[in-house]
């Protein structure tokens, strides 16, 4: 028994809770049929911080920097680096395109007051009174259910820390893959304490 508890290892895959059948899901299933969601964004968000002040904007884009560079993160988004939409006469259409391309440091001034007059961003990268910006961490969808993801919510959790040391801000984060990874290790935890205590007593 004892050398077969040793090749237990931990599923990061989530089953499914509701019958397949079941309204609410075949409303998810539809949902993520349309918009291809996956779940896979970790949110973060700093405690009254302006990302346009001289002095918070270095800060802001090194973090953003960091956590773009961490293997399994796809991208980040955030109010220094979101996108807008140009209008191209010649073509006669919209484009998408960033309003900080290169994320230099720019006119932060004039930034800030282009960002806010987005207000399709107003609860998606800012909260409603603009106290808390909010920068939005795209997972790769390989590395959601591997073991891998530990390590990288670790990653991202370390980097959030650094963050906090340098600027003097509390930051918060959630979002799927965060909240699901604080689950499953603490499920590990107690399923290998359930199985120390079992082979404690079957050895009395």
């Given amino acids: 028994m004892l050398y077969q508890a040793q090749k237990i290892e931990v599923s990061f895959n989530f089953s499914r ?5 079941d309204t609410t899901q075949v409303n998810y299933d539809n949902f993520r049929a349309t918009f291809d969601q996956v779940g896979n964004t970790v949110v973060l968000a700093a405690e009254d911080y ?15 920097k960091r956590l773009e560079k961490i ?10 680096n979101a996108f807008t939409l140009k ?21 932060l001034a004039s930034l800030r ?18 106290a808390t910006p ?9 590395a959601l259910y591997v073991k891998r993801i530990v390590d990288l919510i670790e990653e ?9 040391e340098a600027s003097g801000v509390k930051m918060h984060a959630s979002g799927l893959p965060y909240i699901r990874m604080a689950n499953t290790k603490k499920v590990s935890r107690e399923i290998f304490l359930f199985i120390g205590l079992s082979l ?5």
């Fill in 113 to 130: 007051k282009q960002f806010y007059s987005l207000p399709f961003y107003r609860g998606l990268l800012y909260s409603e009174d603009k």
């Fill in 200 to 204: 404690s007593v079957t050895s009395l």
């Fill in 87 to 107: 209008r191209n006469d010649s073509l006669k259409k919209l484009e998408v395109v960033r309003m900080n391309p290169e994320l230099r440091k720019p006119d």
């Fill in 134 to 142: 909010l920068m939005l961490v795209q997972v790769k969808r390989n």
């Fill in 50 to 64: 302006d990302v346009f002040a001289p002095e918070n904007y270095p800060h802001w884009l090194k973090l953003q």
């Fill in 156 to 164: 991202i959790k370390a980097e959030v820390a650094g963050f906090e």
């Fill in 17 to 21: 809770l509701l019958p397949t059948h």
């Fill in 71 to 80: 293997e399994g993160v796809e991208s980040v988004l955030s109010p220094i």
